[in-house]
């Protein structure tokens, strides 16, 4: 089934879109939110499996990448590990103040009544911070994050009676992006009945590093996108 392709900003931010041209009225909207470093294109794998489950996927291009970049990048990658963290922390919190606005400029073949956003390192920890920013997102998918990137600790999750569907995959042996964050919010969320099993879930692949291997990586992203498609049908 052939699917299309656009670059066009959605809001604020510059994006990718990719839907199915065969489908046609209002489509679900998949978020996505690349790493640190990389862009909307790095995922457009991904963006396609999304498109061909019959969403609107959209790859946003996060504060300070893409079609965006940091004129000085390259230097602030270079300097000392401090400058290197605090960048990565201000275009967190830069592109979660923008979710609101990227859900106010979704193009009219979107569905705004059913709206995930998922993402990888960077865009996981911009994933809790959106779920957090704005009640529209119903859905929701962390790859290898952490809520816990604020100077106060980590964006907290909306209470459980707010909290939208939430899968999050981490990786045991992470020691870019360690898990026993994404672990222990879980473990607080599994404790409030109203949370639901259904509705929260947390895996950690055993044995497994930051740099998932292929066969992990695909099995993640398929995880995902079924996560989606069950929680927004």
């Not at 670059?7 to 931010?13: E, F, H, L, M, T």
């Not at 009676?161 to 981490?170: D, E, F, N, R, W």
């Not at 473990?187 to 044995?207: D, P, Q």
């Amino acid at each position: 089934m052939m699917i299309r392709f656009e670059n066009r900003p959605v809001g604020p931010a510059p994006a990718l879109l990719a839907w199915r041209t065969a489908s046609s009225g209002p489509r679900p909207v998949v978020l996505w939110f690349h790493g640190f470093t990389a862009d909307k294109g790095t995922h457009r794998p991904e963006l396609e499996l999304f498109a061909d489950a019959g969403f609107l996927a959209i790859g946003v291009d996060a504060a300070g990448h893409g079609e965006r970049r940091l004129v000085d990048f390259e230097q602030c990658l270079a300097g000392p590990p401090e400058q290197r963290h605090r960048l990565f922390l201000s275009l967190i919190a830069q592109t979660v103040a923008e979710v609101p606005a990227i859900i106010d400029g979704l193009p009219q073949n979107a569905d705004a009544q059913r709206i995930a956003v998922g993402g990888v390192s960077m865009g996981a920890c911009i994933v809790y911070g959106a779920i957090a920013a704005d009640c529209r997102i119903r859905v929701a998918a962390a790859l290898l994050g952490s809520p816990a990137w604020s100077a106060a600790g980590g964006g907290p999750p909306p209470r459980p009676g707010l909290l939208p569907a939430l899968l999050s995959i981490t990786a045991e042996c992470d020691d870019v992006v360690p898990p026993a964050a994404a672990r222990a919010m879980h473990e607080e969320l599994a404790s409030h009945s109203r949370s639901g099993r259904e509705f929260v879930k947390y895996r950690e692949i055993r044995g497994a590093g930051h740099m998932l291997d292929p066969r992990d990586w695909d099995q993640a992203v398929h995880e995902v996108s079924a996560w989606f498609s069950t929680h927004l049908r």
